[in-house]
């Protein structure tokens, strides 16, 4: 069996050009440095691409995303820890967001109510991201 490194081959590597470079920020006073990198994909939407501690790379969907739809249903089966990720947002966009998480555990907002509101994407998993 044949196989092919298409890195080496841009003929056969379709996404190596669907990416471009626009912004890198850096924090050396941080150790190690923060870095921050924000490219864009083929349609123009902004990401971000974060590198963590452990050298992990981590590419952020331009827009934040939810499952809010699914925590009823979390709560329903005995789950009671969330994470918010927050990554250049405001402090009065993490306390709004804080804010209106509270009020959907609290059980005073519906989970489609709060991504519409925030203006967030409600897919999750794998799908087509800034294509769809």
Request: overall charge negative; charged content about 20%; aromatic content about 8%.
């Amino acid at each position: 069996m044949q196989t092919i490194d298409t890195m080496l081959s841009p003929a056969l590597d379709p996404v190596k050009d669907d990416w471009n470079f626009l912004e890198v920020w850096i924090d050396p006073m941080q150790s190690p440095p923060y870095l921050l990198m924000l490219i864009s994909d083929c349609t123009g939407a902004e990401h971000v691409l974060l590198a963590d501690a452990g050298c992990r790379n981590t590419v952020f969907n331009g827009t934040a995303q939810t499952g809010t739809e699914f925590v009823q249903r979390f709560l329903e089966i005995g789950v009671r820890h969330f994470r918010l990720e927050f990554v250049n947002e405001s402090p009065a966009q993490v306390l709004e967001t804080i804010s209106r998480y509270q009020q959907l555990l609290a059980g005073k907002i519906s989970g489609s109510k709060l991504w519409k509101k925030l203006k967030l994407q409600n897919q999750l998993g794998v799908t087509r991201g800034s294509l769809e």
